[in-house]
C-alpha cells in the first residue's frame, strides 16, 4: 500500500514515537483499571440541570475520556409516551413484516466478530422528531460541540451552537438475545484515516511533529474529511455519537460498552505501520467498513473495554467519534433495551451538505441516505411531516427561515 510505504519513511522517529505513545495509553489504562477496582465508574456523569455549572477541571476529564453520560434529560413520562408511541407507529403500520419480506441490508458490520444489534430501520415517527427537535436536547448538543475547539486559522471549523439532524434509527433489544451484539470497533471511517488527506491533516502530529501536540478535540480539518461511500457510512461530521435511554438498562443488559480512552485512535494508527503488520494490511482495516479492533494487534486497548453505568430512561450516553465502542454480545436482564441515536451534527458547510439531501427523504418518508434503502416509511401512517415540525425544528432540519 502506497500510503502505508509513504507514512512509514516520513515518520522517521516511527518506533520511539509508538513507544511514547504506548507509554501514553498505558498510564490512562493503569488509572481506569485502579478506578474499576475500586468500585468507580470511569465514563464521566453529570446532571442535565448542572450543564450550565460545569467546571473547566471536569471539562478536562470529560475530554481525556472522550465520552459521557447526561443524565435526566428527559423525564420519565415523557419517555414511556415516545415508547408508546413507538411501539404503535410499527405495530399500525406492520414494519416486522415488511422488513421481513422486502428489507435491504448493509454489510457496514460484516467485518466484525459479533452479529449487527436489532436495530429498527425508522427514521421519522413523531417520537424520533420529537426527541430530535427537542430544547433539551439541543442545550446538550451546544455543550458537547464546545467541548471542541472549532475555531483555527480560517474561522470557525463549525458552529457548536447549530446543529444539524442526523436522522438515525432506534434499538429495541430483546430479554435473552444473545447473537445480537457488536464487537469493539471505530465509526467514521476505516482506511480513511490514514489516506484521506483531510484525516492526514487531523492527525498531522501523529504522523510528524510534536506527539505531545496531538488533540483528538482539535476540529482542524475533521469537517472536511471524506469518507469511502457505503450504505452505512456517515457522511456527516458528528461531533459525538449517541444515544438516549428508552429503557432502563445496564451492564448485562446488551448495552453499550466503550473504552474511554479519547487518544486511543493515535495509537491505532502508528499501531499499523509496525513491522509484525503485513505491508499490504492496515490491522486488518477494510475500505467502507467499521474500523475493527481486534485482539491480535490490539490487546491493549483491550484491557480498559468495558460496559457503560446503569441508564434511566431520559438518560444520554455521547462518545468521541474516535472512540472504540460497541455493544454487549449477550442481553441477559429481564427487560428491553431500547435507545433513539440521536448525535449532534454541527452546522458546518459538510453537514448541511448532507442535510440537503435528508430533507426530501423526510418529506417523502424515504429512509435517510446513509442507510440501506429500504424506504418503509413512504407509505407509513402517523409519521412526522414538516408541517410538524415547531420552529426550532425547521431550524435543526435544515429549512430555511
Not at 205 to 217: N, T, W
Not at 387 to 401: N, P, Q, T
Request: proline letters at 6%; one cysteine or more.
Amino acid at each position: 500500500m502506497a500510503t502505508k510505504r509513504e507514512l512509514k519513511s516520513r515518520i522517521t522517529d516511527l518506533p520511539q514515537r509508538f513507544a511514547a505513545m504506548t507509554a501514553r495509553i498505558e498510564a490512562q489504562l493503569e488509572q481506569i483499571e485502579r478506578e474499576r477496582a475500586a468500585g468507580q465508574e470511569p465514563v464521566p456523569q453529570i446532571e442535565f440541570a448542572d450543564l450550565d455549572r460545569i467546571t473547566e477541571a471536569q471539562k478536562a476529564h470529560i475530554r481525556q475520556r472522550g465520552c459521557l453520560v447526561v443524565r435526566n434529560v428527559f423525564d420519565d413520562a415523557r419517555v414511556q409516551r415516545w415508547n408508546e408511541s413507538l411501539s404503535e407507529y410499527l405495530a399500525r403500520n406492520d414494519y416486522l413484516a415488511k422488513l421481513a419480506k422486502d428489507g435491504a441490508v448493509d454489510n457496514y458490520f460484516s467485518t466484525l466478530a459479533s452479529a449487527k444489534p436489532q436495530i429498527y430501520g425508522v427514521f421519522w415517527s413523531q417520537a424520533q422528531m420529537e426527541a430530535r427537535t427537542d430544547p433539551a436536547m439541543a442545550q446538550v448538543h451546544r455543550f458537547m460541540n464546545r467541548l471542541w475547539q472549532f475555531e483555527s486559522e480560517r474561522g470557525r471549523e463549525f458552529d457548536p451552537d447549530q446543529s444539524l439532524v442526523y436522522a438515525d434509527r432506534v434499538r429495541f433489544r430483546q430479554p435473552g438475545d444473545a447473537s445480537l451484539g457488536l464487537s469493539a470497533h471505530v465509526d467514521s471511517g476505516s482506511i480513511e484515516r490514514w489516506v484521506d488527506p483531510a484525516y492526514q491533516q487531523v492527525y498531522r502530529h501523529v504522523f510528524g511533529g510534536d506527539l505531545a501536540q496531538y488533540d483528538p478535540f482539535d476540529a482542524w480539518q475533521r469537517t472536511q474529511v471524506r469518507e469511502i461511500p457505503s450504505p452505512a457510512v456517515c457522511r456527516m461530521f458528528r461531533s459525538f455519537q449517541a444515544w438516549t435511554a428508552l429503557t432502563p438498562q445496564g451492564p448485562g443488559d446488551g448495552t453499550l460498552q466503550l473504552l474511554p480512552v479519547a487518544d486511543a485512535m493515535a495509537w491505532m494508527l502508528l499501531r499499523a505501520l509496525q513491522d509484525d503488520v503485513p505491508e499490504d494490511e492496515l490491522c486488518f482495516a477494510a475500505a467502507g467498513r467499521a474500523m475493527t479492533i481486534v485482539p491480535q494487534y490490539h490487546e491493549l486497548l483491550l484491557r480498559g473495554y468495558g460496559s457503560i453505568p446503569h441508564m434511566q430512561a431520559g438518560d444520554t450516553v455521547w462518545w468521541h467519534p474516535d472512540v472504540l465502542h460497541g455493544v454487549e454480545d449477550v442481553h441477559r436482564g429481564t427487560g428491553y433495551s431500547s435507545v433513539m441515536y440521536i448525535a449532534p451534527a454541527p452546522d458546518c458547510a459538510k453537514n448541511r451538505e448532507y442535510a440537503a439531501m435528508q430533507r426530501p427523504a423526510f418529506e417523502s418518508g424515504r429512509s435517510a441516505p446513509d442507510f440501506a434503502p429500504d424506504d418503509f416509511e413512504t407509505t407509513f401512517e402517523g409519521r412526522c411531516t414538516p408541517a410538524d415540525l415547531s420552529d426550532l425544528g425547521r431550524k435543526v432540519m435544515g429549512y430555511a427561515g
